[in-house]
């Protein structure tokens, strides 16, 4: 399939989503969105896909937000716009997806890495969320999932003062999950992404909706939704096989299961 916004291709079961307007700062047009959708649409009909790394096109910018130039978004033309919020889409997928921060991630471009399950950034990069500078406020999820990942603290000082911060300050208030060289930013996307690949896609798959969900619920509600969920992720063939999986790989889990027979 052929995107007119983004480049979109697969390797070794993992799918690489690369924001490609280098020209306006990957910025975020209405086609941007419908591209989006798209890909993690086709991800979803993909079972031998196993994670997304999203990045942007060149060294300067992840994304610099919406396009405030592209005609649908000057002149709030919502009928251009996709009937779903892509942000929503590639949090809610299946697969974990990564977020490959290589440079400048504002505005939109963070509110696209808080919608990634873990945030990989580039020493050189920058993220922040400037919307209140001209008299707005983030408008894909930032004032809703920036407080659940840092905290309401640190979320108001960022959003109040609409600063950007540096790589080293996201890690240490938890924006970011790791600071790595720009040089090194893919080969440690990669290497997380292998690791999740070795685990059971059915396990992953419940982890992240237990986690994105529970989190709205009270403990003990959440406890209950925990038990339900783990119980029915999976068949008794899936769990033997993902058993089988992990004793030809461990010398302690081939003892373990060993030992069940």
């Known amino acids: 399939m ?5 480049l979109f291709e697969r390797r070794d079961q993992i799918a690489y989503i690369t924001l490609n307007r280098p020209d306006r700062a990957n910025t975020i047009s209405a086609q941007l969105m419908h591209d989006m959708l798209g890909a993690v649409d086709n991800v979803e009909a993909d079972k031998e896909t196993r994670v997304i790394i999203v990045t942007g096109a ?14 649908a978004i000057l002149g709030g033309k919502r009928d251009a716009f996709p009937d779903r919020d892509f ?3 590639l949090e809610n997928c299946r697969v974990p997806v990564i977020g490959a921060i290589n440079g400048a991630a504002m505005g939109g471009g963070c509110e696209i890495a808080l919608a ?10 920058s993220i922040g969320l400037p919307e209140i500078k001209f008299g707005a406020l ?7 999932r920036l407080p659940r990942l840092v905290g309401s603290a640190v979320a108001k000082e960022l959003i109040f ?3 950007a911060i540096t790589p080293a300050e996201a890690l240490r208030v938890g924006l970011v999950n790791r600071v790595v060289p720009y040089a090194n930013l893919m080969t440690a996307c990669e290497e997380i992404a292998n690791i999740y690949k070795q685990r059971a ?6 982890a992240k909706r237990l986690i994105n969900e529970g989190i709205e619920l009270p403990l003990e509600e959440a406890l209950k939704f925990e038990h339900k969920a783990i119980a029915a992720m999976a068949t ?3 769990r033997r096989q993902a058993r089988e999986e992990a004793a030809a790989s461990q010398k302690t889990y081939a003892r373990i299961f060993s030992d069940k027979k």
């Open 2 to 6: 052929a995107y007119e916004t983004i």
């Open 236 to 238: 008794a063939e899936e």
């Open 116 to 125: 990634c399950d873990i945030r990989v950034i580039a020493e050189s990069a």
């Open 138 to 144: 983030p408008a894909g999820g930032g004032t809703q």
């Open 161 to 163: 003062g609409g600063l």
């Open 87 to 89: 942000m929503t889409a």
């Open 58 to 71: 060149g060294e300067r910018h992840f994304c610099g937000g919406a396009d405030l130039r592209d005609p």
């Open 201 to 206: 896609a059915y396990a992953l798959k419940a």
